[in-house]
């Protein structure tokens, strides 16, 4: 940031001096040093405001209510689980109406769906402060509600080796035997 007689000075746009001289836009970016200096221009370091995650603070070092962020984390952990419950509601309606069995694989998942947000919610509730919510709700654990998957290992090649296959050619009233792998 470059500043003259106290007032700002913007890369890529004209200024006027005090005593009416007029620069074009480009002139801060081709300036020396020396240019500069001559006409009192000073060169200062742009203010860098630190960091700081908005869903947990509202400034720097200034954290958000504590029981307030705890309870809109549960909230939405409900509302993911209650999404995510939704796709297969349809099969226990089906179960209540018509008495047809809802497979087993369903209500594992439907299960795991129930416990994954039960333990989001208890380690919701476990933390003692903002930075330790916002470490939790920003890790890899929040966001996973499946369990975790296995590698696959690849299948091993099976090569199958043709047998070679004796074919005969006729050219010209002459027989040849040829051999094609």
């Known amino acids: 940031m470059y500043t003259l007689n106290g007032k700002t000075l913007r890369l890529d746009k004209a200024f006027t001096t005090e005593d009416g001289r007029q620069f074009p836009r480009n002139w801060l970016r081709l300036s020396t040093k020396a240019d500069r200096d001559a006409l009192g221009i000073v060169e200062t370091p742009d203010v860098v405001t630190p960091y700081y995650d908005q869903r947990f603070y509202w400034g720097p070092q200034n954290p958000k209510d504590l029981d307030q962020l705890k309870e809109q984390w549960t909230a939405q952990v409900k509302q993911i689980a209650g999404t995510l419950l939704a796709q297969t509601d349809w099969y226990v309606t089906r179960k209540s109406e018509t008495d047809t069995a809802v497979p087993a694989d369903v209500l594992a998942r439907r299960s795991e769906i129930r416990t994954y947000s039960g333990e989001k919610e208890v380690a919701i509730t476990a933390c003692v402060d903002v930075a330790e919510l916002a470490a939790y709700l920003t890790g890899p654990d929040f966001n996973r509600?499946?369990?975790?998957?296995?590698?696959?290992?690849?299948?091993?090649?099976?090569?199958v080796e043709e047998p070679a296959v004796e074919e005969t050619i006729n050219f010209s009233n002459t027989s040849t035997s040829v051999t094609i792998l």
């Open 145 to 159: 509600w499946e369990p975790p998957t296995e590698p696959e290992t690849p299948a091993e090649e099976v090569v």
